[in-house]
């Protein structure tokens, strides 16, 4: 049996699912969400809106349903300690499209989100993700401004204290606070977003600096 694991990225899919993902973002969050996409709001937690293929052939809606909420819930007992970090709030087929299903989870924080899909997912000051592990300067790694105008290295803009978002994944990340500067291969999208999709994994994870002034 095929298993839809949030790990999945939409493939070619150019699709309307009709959400409603308010975010209080200095982003515009669309009512129609058309591909994958994270958000995160002030208090840190994330929506992670995944859009795959839904292969009638070896599930139906329902069965998808219990297979995505049996994976979190092996998920929850094996983090008893952590509570309740992860829950899905949907699984809906895509109206008139019926290859493709949209799952919505529910995260806690970004370290949860990285917990459950194994992928690198970091809020808070650069000098936190430095001790975390995690260096957002690291190989001379070089960002631009938001505006494109203004391209630095990560090592002479990252104070320290600085807030930063870093993701490992092909999405659209929606942030609640004006973005400043990002990975120079990622892209801001028009409804200003970043778009992580054309970013390469050797290019992981993309650095999203955040004005929390």
């Known amino acids: 049996m095929a298993k839809l694991h949030i790990s999945k990225m939409m493939i070619g899919l150019f699709l309307g699912i009709a959400l409603s993902a308010g975010c209080g973002s200095t982003a515009s969050v669309p009512d129609i969400i058309e591909q994958n996409s994270l958000i995160m709001d002030k208090e840190g937690h994330l929506t992670a809106h995944i859009v795959d293929v839904f292969d009638k052939d070896y599930y139906d809606l329902e069965g998808l349903k219990k ?5 979190v819930d092996a998920y929850l007992q094996a983090h008893a300690d952590q509570g309740q970090t992860v829950s899905i709030s949907r699984v809906e087929k895509v109206e008139g499209h019926d290859e493709a299903v949209v799952v919505t989870y529910e995260f806690a924080d970004a370290a949860s989100f990285a917990a459950f899909t194994d992928k690198t997912c970091f809020y808070g000051t650069a000098e936190q993700a430095q001790a975390a592990g995690i260096d957002p300067a690291a190989s001379g790694r070089m960002l631009r401004s938001a505006d494109g105008n203004e ?52 290019e992981y994870p993309v650095v999203i600096v955040l004005d929390q002034t």
């Open 67 to 71: 297979m995505a909420q049996e994976e």
């Open 151 to 202: 391209r630095i290295a990560a090592g002479e803009l990252l104070t320290g204290q600085q807030y930063v978002l870093l993701v490992s994944d092909h999405t659209k990340v929606y942030c609640p606070y004006r973005v400043l500067y990002i990975s120079e291969q990622a892209q801001i999208a028009e409804d200003g977003s970043v778009d992580t999709t054309g970013v390469a994994p050797e």
